[in-house]
Structure formats: structure tokens, C-alpha cells
């Protein structure tokens, strides 16, 4: 029998703030005797890789030298006996948040002919298809508006975890998202999507699920708060492609455009961008919208 793992498994193996760290970490110790065949995917590794050298998720993050010769560690490797052998992972120096002093399995990277040339392929094919599973696999918070499409949608009524900051949004390492991230995590929360960024101030919303919604246990860290909305009509236009600063703007201003020959409507606010997919999809893939607050008039 062969098995395999995701990416959050490392993460929470790697991260020492994680109150799964001690079962990931026993989990993963205890492959090196499991007589059954253990596989990683590269979605999995290229996840780790992205995931642990993010400055706005850690706050102390791997060097993505550190990160790649983990990788490595679990990379492609022999099984004698059908026994993964095991490899310790490159310590962390300096890093109070991640801690990788231990043995790990070394395991068959899936791909069959490992050459150069074809592993680079399969890596390619296998982010691509694996981070489109990643994106349809969270709830969504409301449909999704398509590449190139201007229209007016009504976001549902809802409860948010959101964090703020001073600065722009797009201003580097703004640690909107680390903050998110701890609080999700932390709480055990589903993820969901999409995610909102407000641009100035620079903030960023992420929808609990129904069941998270009506839940009084939640243990927030601070410049993290929860807050209800109601029900609003929006603007909205779909973009495919990076999340720039640059393409915010743009499709912004498309939008404002658009308004204008929408008649019996008009602005009540300010621009705002939507974010349907993870921090490591291929840029070419990642879906995102701008919308912009509406109202009749």
C-alpha cells in the first residue's frame, strides 16, 4: 500500500508555534518504520517551499536555501525493503518560529523518469493541477465574476476576520496575511474564499464559514478583529493574472469606467480587491476581481 500527505502537515511538523507541531512531528517520525510506501507530490513540496519563506505568514521565516534543502531531504530517494530510509532536516538557525532539528523519511517523489528535463515538466504540470484542486476545494463566500466581465453582484450577508494596518496594502511585508493565517490556524477554522484586501488603509477580510460563524470561542491575536456585514451590492470585475499593484489600478479604473454607462447607479466608496487563490498558484492561473461599492441613484 502506498499513502501520501499535504502541505499543511509539514508546515505544522515545521512550525514551532503550531499546537500540531508535536503530532505532526510523531506522525512524520514514525514513517521511517512504516513498512508501507510513503509519497510526496511536488505540489506538496512547492507548497512547503512557498509557505515557510513567506515573510507576511512567519514572522521569522526560512531562507529559501533552508526550505529547498528540506525539500530535498523528502525529495527523490531510495526505499530499501519497502522502508523509507530517514534524513534529518537542515536545522533552523535563528528561527524561534520554526523548528526542524529532527529525522524526517526520505521518500519517492512521484513522476516516474526523474530526468532533468521530464521532472521539470512534471513539476510544472503538477503545481498547476494541484493548485487548481487547492482553489475549488475551499468554500466560497460568492460566486466568482469572470475574466473580463463587468457587472453588478450582491455579496451575501456574513462574519469576518479581518486585519488592519497603517500603510498601503501593497506596501511589502504588510503582515496582513501572517496575522489571518494565526488566527485561522490557531482556531482550527476552515479555510474559505475568497479573500478582500481594502487598498488605503491596507487591510484584508477572510469570510468564516457558517458553522465558524456562530462559534464564541474564538481566540483572536491582536490587530486581528471579527465583524458582521450585510448585505451590499457591488461593482465587480473579473481579472486573471498576477496581483499586482499595477493591475489593481488598472481594473480599477476599467470599473469606474464601466459605472459610468451603467445607468441609475453610482459609487459609495472606494475600490477594494478580491483574491480567489493561494499565495503559490502560478501567476498566469491566479483569478482575482476588483469591486467597488454601489448604490442607486
Not at 521530464?118 to 482553489?135: D, E, P, Q, R, Y
Not at 457591488?234 to 445607468?263: C, D, H, M, T
Request: aromatic fraction near 10%; charge should be positive; proline fraction near 8%.
Amino acid at each position: 500500500m502506498s499513502y501520501s500527505v499535504d502541505v499543511n502537515l509539514l508546515v505544522f511538523a515545521s512550525n514551532e508555534g503550531s499546537a500540531e507541531q508535536s503530532r505532526a512531528k510523531t506522525f512524520l517520525e514514525e514513517r521511517q518504520r512504516d513498512p508501507d510506501l510513503f509519497c510526496l507530490t511536488w505540489p506538496v513540496l512547492c507548497g512547503y517551499q512557498r509557505i515557510v519563506t513567506h515573510p507576511s505568514i512567519f514572522r521569522n521565516p526560512l531562507d529559501p536555501g533552508q526550505a529547498w534543502a528540506n525539500g530535498k531531504n523528502v525529495g527523490p530517494g531510495e526505499c530499501g525493503a519497502g522502508r523509507a530510509r530517514g534524513d534529518p532536516f537542515t536545522t533552523a538557525r535563528g528561527e524561534p518560529d520554526l523548528q526542524h532539528g529532527y529525522g524526517f523519511p526520505k521518500v519517492f517523489l512521484l513522476g516516474g523518469d526523474q530526468s532533468p528535463g521530464k521532472m521539470n515538466a512534471i513539476f510544472t504540470l503538477m503545481i498547476v493541477l494541484g493548485s487548481i484542486g487547492l482553489a475549488q476545494a475551499y468554500e466560497q463566500a460568492y460566486p466568482m465574476t469572470e475574466p473580463g466581465v463587468c457587472e453588478m453582484k450582491t455579496l451575501p450577508a456574513g462574519v469576518l476576520l479581518e486585519a488592519r494596518s497603517d500603510g498601503e496594502y501593497f506596501r511589502e511585508n504588510n503582515g496582513l496575511f501572517r496575522r489571518l493565517f494565526e488566527a485561522i490556524q490557531s482556531n482550527r477554522v476552515p479555510m474559505t474564499t475568497p479573500v478582500e484586501a481594502g487598498i488605503r488603509p491596507g487591510s484584508m477580510i477572510f469570510y468564516l464559514d457558517p458553522k465558524s460563524a456562530k462559534r464564541t470561542d474564538l481566540v483572536l491575536p491582536g490587530g486581528v478583529r471579527r465583524r458582521e456585514v450585510e448585505e451590499r451590492v457591488v461593482a465587480s470585475i473579473g481579472i486573471r493574472g498576477g496581483y499586482s499593484k499595477k493591475s489593481f489600478e488598472e481594473n480599477a479604473q476599467k470599473l469606474r469606467e464601466w459605472i459610468k454607462s451603467q445607468p441609475g447607479w453610482k459609487p459609495a466608496g472606494e475600490p477594494y480587491a478580491v483574491y480567489w487563490n493561494s499565495p503559490f498558484m502560478i501567476w498566469f492561473l491566479k483569478r482575482s476581481e476588483v469591486h467597488l461599492p454601489v448604490r442607486k441613484g
